[in-house]
């Protein structure tokens, strides 16, 4: 993806910071059913009751069992399910649509676990290999101690399948199993040497010898992307978009093959893997159809053409034939002709996101992830977002950040909510709740974007949170009352911003490279900051007012105690004592919050206030913060329109990456009693097609209850790259 604008599917990574679960040595499986209801609701549900009281009595009507939510919690994750509400009233033929859809999206699963590293998918395999073995000493032994190993190597199981390998999700770093070595090594020699990924003529003994360091050994690939200034990001980063290659020779590499004055640059490298040959010569080697990743390719393909043929409108269509000849072709002008097509499909229910969109696992921000959302469009959800989208020129006439930066004409916006039926690749288990597409800035110039909201992933998360957090780091009450009445619009509301008006605002000066070329590694958690500053700046603004999007001021308060106390404090419990922030979403909060922070301290508009040891933010002025976020704004605007990369590299190292150890271990352990997992995945839906003979006539909509057996299962049936690739 196009490290800009940012890879402009932003993806706010789905925080859950408000789940509380008991911490048990065994997995727990609360149950958590979808309740309460909106005042509206209950409105209409009162007036209902008071027509209906001289009305006939109805015979009663069978209680529908609640929906249960929370799944499990292990590690530092938690795993939920979502509904997929509206999808039994859509056309047959846009359930096949979605079938078909679906299909592609889980045909490429293993592209990513490849993609993430090198031994990944035979480390999975492995995983799935050894399962059966281990359930069977956790559940039927007798023996404490061999239960305790089994339920180990179960946790590392399935935080491998959380994160899609073995390193966090989140923090890139390097998990290892909490089993033992030997534990490990009975496991392997008690499972049939046929089912374990074995290399051709490779022995059991010399299998085991070549995993284990992988699983155990901390030092070995300790982290998947290395973001610290100084080092050689490339050589320090695990990930499999390289092969010995050094950070100074993939820049040179770029230098020679991209042209700054393309008014139309494709995105070099987004989908390929940069290697030398046997002549030591500089070679990408593409992911395409008759490339690496073919076979996963060719499948994905075949499941596209499918779907082609029953699209939605001939614009889907279009796009959707343009996806199919860009994975046959590997051309990436190809790729920017299916984002032209696909911004352009504006009129179908149905939609779907397919392909290397996220550039967070590249160092450099060139090489992109596989993934895919498929979804259908929320009609009555969507009024609020297009409500924004709709007035994108306002805002930008509006915004504090220079003339010259601001586009004179801002085309092709379309915002809506969607529905998700099913995500795969880097975007699950874990999944994003906001993506603005495509990446290309001169496309997003010129043709417009997509932006939305995965309203039932949102809709899922709140539902399931059970609090916690607020009333441990919020000051008073009256914090606290803000957020429990408008903090679930105002985050809604924020996500909007960020990817309708945010990700889409301002230009990049002419003759000036993309912000991928020009800031290079921190080009992500700028261009994160800056679409988090259009949505901060305009949150008070009256205009959400008039659009009838805010009932209150008060909206805007609750998001902006929300922002200052995450960036300040609680997004400091997914660090472990002594590291320093380097994903590009963190950085990017404790940057804004930090820099407001210490510029309002002359005025206090910001006070950190100290009560019985604990540490609290307290925002005195909202108006002056307001201003101070549009000061960064036109800042972080000017030096990505000039791409000024030592002023951007300036304000995250100043900012947004080192941390205060004595405050870092004080929320740690305000965090650790509260017994909540960071971090939330979710359990996929399942599509089943009903058939006559071979035509599908419907398609049924189930919902699995087992992570670990959803996980099992896509193994199986979606095994179509080999170990190596």
């Not at 997509?450 to 059970?466: P, R, T």
């Not at 201003?627 to 605007?637: A, D, K, Y």
Request: aromatic letters at 10%.
């Amino acid at each position: 993806m196009n490290h800009t604008r940012f890879s402009a599917a932003t993806f706010l990574l789905l925080t859950q910071l408000g789940s509380s679960c008991a911490s048990t040595s065994r997995t727990t499986t609360p149950t958590t059913a979808v309740t309460g209801a909106t005042a509206e609701a209950v409105g209409q549900l009162a007036a209902a009751a008071a027509q209906e009281e001289s009305a006939p009595v109805a015979p009663p009507v069978p209680a529908t069992p609640a929906f249960q939510l929370v799944m499990e919690q292990f590690a530092d994750l938690r795993i939920l399910r979502y509904q997929v509400p509206g999808f039994e009233e859509l056309e047959p033929r846009q359930k096949e649509l979605l079938y078909y859809l679906y299909e592609a999206a889980l045909s490429g699963r293993d592209i990513t676990y490849d993609q993430n590293y090198r031994h990944n998918l035979r480390v999975r395999r492995t995983m799935e290999a050894l399962w059966p073995a281990n359930e069977e000493r956790r559940t039927a032994s007798t023996n404490q101690q061999q239960i305790a190993q089994a339920e180990k190597f179960a946790t590392y199981a399935k935080r491998v399948w959380f994160s899609n390998g073995i390193h966090h999700h989140y923090s890139t770093r390097k998990f290892v199993p909490e089993c033992t070595p030997e534990y490990f090594r009975e496991l392997i020699f008690a499972t049939d040497a046929k089912k374990l990924p074995l290399e051709p003529g490779e022995s059991v003994t010399k299998f085991l010898a070549t995993l284990k360091p992988i699983l155990f050994d901390p030092n070995l690939a300790p982290k998947r992307v290395n973001q610290e200034a100084g080092k050689d990001l490339v050589k320090t980063s695990a990930t499999n978009y390289y092969e010995g290659m050094t950070q100074t020779e993939v820049e040179a590499f770029y230098r020679k093959k991209i042209n700054k004055k393309d008014p139309q640059p494709i995105s070099y490298g987004l989908n390929s893997k940069l290697v030398k040959d046997k002549q030591s010569r500089i070679v990408e080697r593409v992911w395409f159809t008759e490339g690496m990743y073919g076979a996963a390719l060719t499948k994905v393909v075949y499941w596209l053409n499918k779907a082609a043929a029953v699209a939605d409108t001939p614009e889907q269509e279009l796009a959707l034939r343009k996806l199919v000849e860009f994975y046959q072709t590997g051309d990436l002008k190809k790729w920017d002709e299916y984002n032209v097509a696909w911004v352009h499909d504006t009129k179908s229910r149905t939609d779907v996101v397919n392909g290397f969109i996220e550039v967070y696992g590249d160092p450099l921000g060139y090489r992109a992830a596989y993934e895919s959302v498929v979804s259908f469009k929320d009609l009555e959800a969507t009024k609020r977002i297009q409500a924004i989208g709709n007035e994108a020129q306002w805002f930008e006439d509006h915004s504090p950040i220079l003339a010259q930066h601001r586009k004179q004409n801002v085309v092709g916006i379309t915002a809506k909510v969607i529905t998700v039926v099913v995500e795969a690749g880097a975007t699950a288990p874990k999944t994003p709740i906001g993506i603005n597409l495509p990446n290309a800035t001169w496309i997003r110039k010129e043709h417009g974007s997509k932006s939305v909201q995965l309203g039932n992933i949102v809709e899922a998360s709140n539902a399931a949170e059970a609090g916690g957090m607020l009333d441990e780091f919020a000051l008073d009450e009256a914090e606290k009352q803000r957020a429990r009445t408008y903090a679930e619009l105002a985050a809604k509301l924020h996500t909007d911003m960020h990817e309708v008006i945010g990700h889409a605002s301002g230009q990049i000066n002419k003759g000036v490279g993309t912000p991928k070329e020009t800031l290079k590694s921190y080009a992500s958690a700028l261009e994160e900051a800056r679409a988090d500053l259009v949505a901060l700046y305009y949150l008070p603004d009256p205009k959400l007012m008039q659009l009838g999007v805010v009932p209150s001021p008060d909206v805007a308060k609750a998001e902006y105690d929300s922002y200052i106390r995450n960036g300040l404090l609680t997004q400091l419990v997914r660090l472990q004592l002594g590291e320093t922030v380097e994903e590009a979403h963190m950085r990017n909060r404790q940057m804004v919050a930090r820099w407001v922070f210490e510029k309002g301290r002359k005025e206090n508009v910001i006070e950190k206030v100290t009560r019985e040891g604990n540490t609290y933010f307290r925002i005195n002025d909202y108006e002056k913060l307001r201003g101070l976020f549009g000061q960064l704004l036109r800042e972080l605007q000017r030096i990505t329109s000039e791409g000024d990369y030592a002023a951007g590299k300036a304000l995250i190292e100043t900012y947004g990456v080192k941390v205060d150890p004595v405050l870092h271990k004080e929320v740690l352990a305000r965090y650790q009693k509260l017994h909540i997992a960071p971090y939330v995945g979710f359990i996929q839906p399942r599509l089943v097609p009903i058939k006559q003979g071979d035509k599908i006539v419907d398609v049924k909509l189930e919902y699995p209850t087992n992570f670990a057996e959803q996980m099992l299962e896509y193994g199986r049936q979606y095994r179509l790259l080999p170990n190596y690739n």
